[in-house]
């Protein structure tokens, strides 16, 4: 085993891992990067489509600019946030942010003229080179920041368990180097959690494979005290069928440099979602988008995996492929492009709950634990946000790295974790594979902890994990019992991430008993700001488990009512 020793270990590569490890880098402090994936090649920051123009950047009005802090508080968190931080990070993303990237080469993406390209409308957007794949540029920009300052970084190095110092606090963590094997641990006098907020939990969703809710699943472990898990956001446009391609979405949003977007079909060919005529305030209308797609789920047109259909065969085709790369899927699926429109269906996307966190510091219940980005449960989350998350981290552990002891090797802890891992990479005559496993536990949230829910479907959820921990779990079993490189024993590691995490959304989810934005219940349809304007909060107690509501401050937006169907509230 591997043993290394740094100030400060940050658990993930993506915006906010990236970014606080520079500014602890710049700080003068010692950082040390631990991703699953490669540093900027994985995870969700990749997939970032655009870039949100935050306050008065590019030639934003003072209204343009209230609109979009309406916009985070209101569509995009459905005021479950600390409006406080909202403001904060939306100044830093105007003063900060952009001009940033700009200076460390980031292109973003100009006319002929020169001049920036935006999105139209109310809240507007630019990308970096085009719409839809700003993340991958970005991300680049990154890791070369990261290469450049030779920041240490463990690759393909899944984290499987936090450890702590003699008294309680977190100092380490513990994680297997997939290529080779090898166990290696990080001794730390601080942890940042920035693993992700796009977890593959469901039948269909845009999460990568190795977003499987460690973060959440390695925190629960150590006490740490987790808000609002059961709210889950979904894609309402991405590409139904082949199932590979579920990730490739139509997406309904602004086009850069068009007053246009896709347009919503149901199967009897009705148009029932164009944003231009039905919520152009809402940059990203996933939930809008969502309670127009149930309404035609509940009227028998649509389904949540399929039976409507998005498309462009409202535009000139040079017009949408101007800054976009929608007529690329479109032809690689054998469609004419822009005559037709391709099957869509829902897939889940981020997960707006997560840690509960210090929103002044990102520091978690537990001392030495810090998170930072979508992993939080203080925000949902966009790059930007994500990007910003990673700085005030930083700022927040240089603030305590004084204070903070180094950490011993915790050998106890260690030689129990070697153990459990090693259970999992365990060949049985009768077994069942990781993959089965995986399959099981998606298939499961999906359907009874998916777009529309209720008590009965969420207990028997509850009561199917309870059998596969007595069951499966015990039977789990892979082909291949070698240390390196071995996938399947990855696959059993993450499993049992995904169902303790899927467990704690399931209680979540039955909790919050009210219908607010992409989170409905059938039971309860309903928006209830009277008794839910608050943060559904998650501790762990000596016999298990109980639930606290906190609520929100509304110091600059609130709702203009106490209770309402929730599919009739405007966002």
């Known amino acids: 085993m591997r043993v290394l020793e740094t100030d400060v270990a940050i658990v993930g590569g993506g915006a906010a891992g990236c970014y606080a490890a520079l500014n602890l880098y710049r700080a003068g402090a010692r950082p040390l990067i631990v991703c699953k994936g490669l540093v900027g090649k994985s995870g969700a920051s990749i997939f970032a489509g655009n870039l949100v123009l935050s306050g008065r950047a590019l030639g934003n009005t003072e209204e343009q600019a209230r609109n979009t802090a309406e916009f985070l508080i209101k569509y995009h968190n459905q005021f479950l946030i600390d409006q406080h931080w909202a403001r904060r990070c939306g100044q830093w993303i105007e003063t900060v942010y952009y001009p940033e990237l700009e200076e460390a080469g980031l292109y973003l993406r100009r006319d002929e003229h020169g001049n920036m390209v935006t999105s139209p409308g109310k809240i507007r957007s630019v990308a970096a080179n085009v719409q839809g794949n700003s993340g991958v540029p970005f991300m680049d920009l990154r890791r070369k920041q990261i290469l450049k300052a030779q920041i240490p970084r463990l690759e393909e190095t899944a984290v499987t368990a936090l450890l702590r110092k003699g008294d309680g606090s977190v100092g380490g963590v513990f994680g297997l180097d997939v290529m080779s094997g090898e166990c290696v641990a990080v001794l730390a006098r601080a942890v940042i959690l920035a693993t992700g907020y796009s977890d593959r939990l469901h039948a269909r969703s845009t999460g990568t494979r190795e977003m499987s809710g460690d973060g959440i699943a390695m925190a629960w472990r150590v006490g740490a005290t987790l808000a609002n898990l059961e709210m889950q956001w979904w894609h309402t446009n991405d590409v139904a069928d082949p199932p590979s391609w579920q990730r490739m979405q139509v997406y309904p949003n602004p086009m850069l440099g068009s007053e246009k977007s896709a347009r919503m079909v149901n199967s009897a060919g009705e148009e029932f979602f164009n944003q231009q005529q039905d919520d152009p305030l809402a940059y990203g209308p996933y939930t809008v988008q969502l309670k127009a797609l149930a309404r035609q789920v509940h009227a028998g047109k649509a389904r949540y995996d399929g039976g409507y259909f998005a498309g462009f065969d409202h535009c000139d085709a040079r017009e949408v492929e101007a800054y976009t790369t929608y007529g690329k899927t479109y032809r690689q699926l054998g469609l004419p492009f822009p005559d037709e429109l391709v099957e869509t269906a829902v897939t889940a996307h981020y997960r707006q709950g997560g840690i509960d966190v210090d929103t002044d510091t990102m520091q978690s219940s537990v001392p030495g634990l810090y998170v930072a980005g979508g992993l939080g449960g203080h925000s949902n989350g966009l790059i930007g946000l994500a990007t910003y998350d990673g700085k005030v981290a930083a700022d927040g552990v240089l603030a305590e790295l004084p204070r903070l002891g180094a950490c011993a090797l915790p050998d106890a802890e260690i030689e129990s974790e070697r153990k459990r891992l090693e259970g999992l990479r365990v060949s049985r005559g009768d077994g069942v594979s990781p993959a089965q496993l995986k399959n099981r536990i998606r298939a499961m949230m999906w359907e009874k902890a998916g777009v529309e829910k209720n008590a009965t479907s969420l207990q028997s ?89 906190r609520p929100y401050e509304l110091p600059f937006f609130k709702p203009d009512f106490v209770t309402r169907d929730n599919l009739e509230v405007a966002w």
Do not use: H
């Open 461 to 549: 959820a509850l009561e199917e994990i309870a059998e596969i921990r007595l069951d499966l779990l015990p039977r789990l079993s892979v082909t291949r019992t070698a240390k390196g490189a071995n996938y399947e024993w990855l696959d059993a590691i993450d499993a049992v991430n995904m169902l303790d995490t899927c467990e704690l959304i399931v209680l979540s989810s039955l909790e919050r008993k009210e219908s607010r934005g992409p989170f409905m219940r059938s039971d309860f349809p309903l928006q209830d700001n009277a008794s839910w304007l608050a943060a559904n909060v998650l501790k762990r107690t000596e016999n298990g488990f109980c639930f606290e509501q």
